[in-house]
């Protein structure tokens, strides 16, 4: 009797924890580099940062989010406040199986990265 309540315990445990917001960016940090520019992202448990460094200057950028699951791999990222580098306050991403993400207009990879450090 108690084995297969247990069963249920967890497997319900599981299936609540995956619908979380955000669980799979939680505390993660990506990074694309295009010739002389890096666009980096770092997803907080509710603030997104998001920085552009290049030669001359840095454009930084934070808000709270929230993520919106599209289906296995497709994610809406929707911040409170618009970056002023964004056209709109919602962002597209396609997470893939090498832990990291396209943006889906721009087509831009996103590597992950565990030098969580490049955010400063």
Not at 21 to 31: R, T
Request: hydrophobic content about 35%; overall charge positive.
């Amino acid at each position: 009797y108690f084995i297969p309540v247990l069963f249920v315990l967890l497997n319900t445990l599981l299936f609540l924890s995956c619908g979380k917001k955000g669980s799979m960016l939680d505390g993660n940090v990506y990074y694309h580099d295009a010739d002389t520019l890096s666009y980096i992202v770092g997803f907080d448990k509710d603030t997104l940062y998001y920085i552009i460094r290049g030669p001359k200057q840095n454009i930084s950028h934070k808000s709270r989010y929230s993520v919106k699951k599209v289906n296995d791999s497709d994610y809406v990222i929707d911040v409170e406040k618009k970056p002023v580098f964004w056209d709109k306050n919602t962002w597209e991403i396609v997470m893939d199986n090498k832990k990291g993400f396209y943006s889906a207009e721009s087509k831009n990879y996103y590597k992950y990265s565990e030098d969580k450090n490049i955010l400063r």
